[in-house]
């Protein structure tokens, strides 16, 4: 059952990942985004993460990607024109991004091949009490420094859309 | 390569979560690099950090602590916090070049 749902929803992630790179249109891009998202978020619950899990379906495909349909539709984006590229990006750019990928998936079976295995319910340290407890005790400083990140970014948009800029 | 008897009676291995995240990572990558609207290249970078976050939770599942967890939840917030402000920029040169093509915004070049 496990191996039924991994298998599934790796498909769904893979393909929507494949949907975002090749779609011309913005909103077609997005949408495709929010079926990976979701997608992984469905991982992440059988991997014992519910309150990260619930996190990236909130923040990611609900906030994130509603600010970016936002823009889509507030810049009027159309497709994207086709446009030539040079003979080296048209040869390699696809064999060397394969290649990439061969040599990152070689690495992970060397060494982490017995990393051991994801069984549902072997572990179930994530959820809103275990994440709680280990911000607000073990990793209080870096929570409190992000609200300062937070703080900055909102100055840093509010700056940026202002009218004179 | 585990056999299949062995994910039949253990359940997934790690590293075939790892290879997800590395997939998805190689096709953000590719957007990133092969796409010429600046909002798609955005949504590419958000898709690369999704898959980074996939492989931080799977290995607080390897090794059965929630630190990997927290660590995804600080990289939705700056995730969160840059799509803030870098939608805020696309939004500024917008206004300014009224184009949204990566390769006519090179006022940095020479």
């Not at chain 2, 299949?4 to 009676?9: I, K, S, T």
């Amino acid at each position: 059952m496990d191996l039924f749902f991994f298998v599934l929803f790796a498909a769904i992630a893979v393909l929507s990942a494949i949907s975002v790179v090749v779609q011309r249109h913005p909103i077609a891009s997005a949408l495709s985004l929010v079926g990976v998202m979701a997608s992984i978020a469905i991982l992440y619950l059988a991997l014992g993460a519910e309150f990260v899990a619930m996190v990236q379906i909130i923040v990611y495909a609900g906030a994130v990607m509603v600010l970016f349909i936002f823009v889509i539709m507030l810049l009027n984006a159309g497709a994207e024109q086709r446009r030539g590229r040079s003979l080296t990006a048209q040869l390699l750019g696809v064999p060397v991004l394969i290649a990439f990928l061969g040599s990152i998936c070689y690495f992970l079976q060397r060494e982490f091949a017995n990393a051991g295995f994801m069984k549902f319910g072997n572990f179930t340290g994530g959820s809103a009490q275990g994440i709680g407890i280990a911000l607000f005790t073990e990793y209080l400083l870096p929570f409190e420094i992000t609200s300062v990140l937070i703080l900055i970014a909102i100055l840093g948009a509010i700056v940026l859309a202002r009218k004179e800029l | 390569m585990p056999d299949a008897l062995q994910v039949l009676n253990n359940g997934v291995p790690i590293s075939w979560y790892l290879m997800l995240s590395a997939v998805l990572f190689v096709l953000g990558v590719a957007g990133f690099l092969f796409r010429r609207n600046i909002i798609t290249v955005f949504m590419c970078i958000e898709l690369m950090l999704n898959a980074v976050n996939l492989s931080f939770v799977a290995f607080a599942n390897a090794h059965k602590q929630v630190s990997g967890q927290i660590f995804v939840f600080f990289v939705m917030v700056v995730a969160a916090a840059e799509a803030a402000v870098g939608l805020a920029i696309i939004l500024t040169v917008f206004k300014n070049r009224a184009t949204l093509n990566i390769d006519e915004i090179d006022s940095l070049k020479n």
